[in-house]
């Protein structure tokens, strides 16, 4: 199965900040990943897509990068209602797998 | 506007039986890909199972393959999960989505069912 590794596992960051997590995967995956932002009791919602694609209605301080086996995600100018926690997921094949997850919260 | 929800969680015992299913509308339901995932109490998101838009393939995370059975009625636009001998390990929020990563706006999911393995 593919592995991704994310990174960092939290952090604490303020209102304005640029913030950035990083995904890689264990073996090439093209640009077939997507970033997730999830809230408690909410359903996950899809920010990027094909790594680099904006959803539509997603604000543009929003963007993706990379292919291959490293990606990121970057936040820039964090707003307060972007506190969440934020998954990286790949769909190279069936077998999807996400990274583990990184929680955004408040300084 | 693609619409999802699940159904059937509650509470389940060791080495028990529960069925979810996912209701489906406003969409080609029969066109897709569909995908359970969950989210464990204080846990990340899971990855459990898809199935093709046929039922032709179908495919599990190693923690539930031989435990868990994902169907689907594309007559009735409705997504199942059969949970066989259920561990307590299996306790969380189960989504039911149709995961797009190629194309903008279908990636939808729904709100949830949480299922709770417990004596």
């Known amino acids: 199965a593919i592995q991704m590794t994310q990174s960092p596992s939290s952090l604490s960051a303020s209102v304005g900040d640029r913030v950035t997590i990083t995904c890689r995967a264990s073996q090439d995956i093209r640009k077939d990943l997507g970033w997730y932002q999830l809230k408690p009791g909410k359903a996950p919602k899809l920010l990027i897509y094909g790594a680099t694609n904006l959803e539509s209605g997603v604000p543009s301080r929003f963007s993706g990068s990379g292919a291959g086996t490293h990606f990121t995600l970057t936040i820039t100018s964090l707003q307060p209602e972007d506190f969440a926690s934020y998954y990286c997921l790949q769909d190279h094949n069936y077998y999807r797998t996400f990274g583990q997850g990184t929680r955004v919260e408040i300084k | 506007e693609v619409q999802l929800a699940e159904s059937g969680g509650g509470l389940g015992k060791p080495g028990g039986s529960l069925r979810l299913s996912c209701a489906a509308s406003?969409?080609?339901?029969?066109?897709?890909?569909m995908t359970w995932v969950r989210q464990a109490p204080g846990k990340g998101l899971e990855w459990v199972s898809s199935i093709t838009p046929d039922s032709e393939y179908t495919y599990y995370a190693d923690s539930v393959k031989g435990r868990f059975t994902i169907s689907r009625d594309n007559a009735q636009n409705s997504l199942f999960l059969q949970m066989n001998s259920l561990r307590a390990d299996d306790t969380a929020v189960y989504f039911c989505?149709?995961?797009?990563?190629?194309?903008?706006?279908?990636?939808?999911w729904g709100q949830g069912t949480l299922v709770t393995v417990s004596s």
């Open positions: 406003t969409f080609n339901f029969s066109d897709y890909t």
């Open positions: 989505a149709l995961i797009s990563l190629l194309v903008g706006s279908t990636d939808s």
